[in-house]
Structure formats: C-alpha cells, structure tokens
C-alpha cells in the first residue's frame, strides 16, 4: 500500500512537475533547434503517463476501501 507522502509526490510530478518539463523542453528545444528534442519529449511524456496510471489506480484503491 503507498503511503500518503508518496502519493503526493507521485500526483505533484504527474499534475505539475513533467508536464512543465515537458513543455519547457519543448519551447527551448524549438527556439535553438536541438535534434534530440522529440526524444527527450516523448520519455518525459511516457513517464507522465505511466506515474498518472499509478496515481489513478491508487486513488481509486483509497476510494474503494
């Protein structure tokens, strides 16, 4: 069972923290033309995705019990 501190930690970067990081790498990435942006952008978003499942399914563990 995840403890509540790391909920928060997990709901902090999945709600606000990579998808800044996502958005900043995208703008600079753009601005000075640099080859690896899309990469870089795609993990960034894959982690997201992945750590916004498990905060999903956690959240709707607490609910349930």
Known sequence: NMNSQTFN??????????????TLVTAVGAIWSLPVTIP?????VAANTAIGAIVKYNRAKYAGE
């Open 9 to 22: 930690i997990l709901r902090s970067l999945a709600e606000i923290y990579l998808p800044t990081l996502a």
């Open 40 to 44: 870089v952008v795609a993990t960034i």
